[in-house]
């Protein structure tokens, strides 16, 4: 496989993504555990979600300032997806 704990692979087979986070934002469910049961590993209910990763952009923290910011996910609480930094 990937190298990856197996309850993370889990959560990725079921199109899951793990949060920071005790509860999942929407439009997600909270779909178990994942990293050690750390995080929430959360599952898109619309399967219309992107991670940000996935479209190319990178996840900054807040006190970073996008020259563009783009549409995407990111694991931690307030980060933002930008496309350029």
């Given at each position: 496989g990937l190298g990856l704990p197996r309850d993370t692979q889990r959560c990725l087979e079921h199109h899951g993504y793990c949060f920071h986070l005790k509860s999942c934002p929407e439009p997600f469910a909270a779909f178990g555990s994942c990293y050690r049961?750390?995080?929430?590993?959360?599952?898109?209910?619309?399967?219309?979600f992107h991670a940000c990763q996935d479209e190319?952009?990178?996840?900054?923290?807040?006190?970073?300032?996008?020259?563009q910011e783009q549409e995407g996910l990111c694991p931690r609480r307030g980060w933002k997806c930008c496309s350029k930094v």
């Open positions: 049961r750390r995080r929430t590993c959360c599952v898109d209910t619309t399967s219309n190319g952009g990178h996840c900054v923290s807040p006190e970073i300032r996008c020259l």
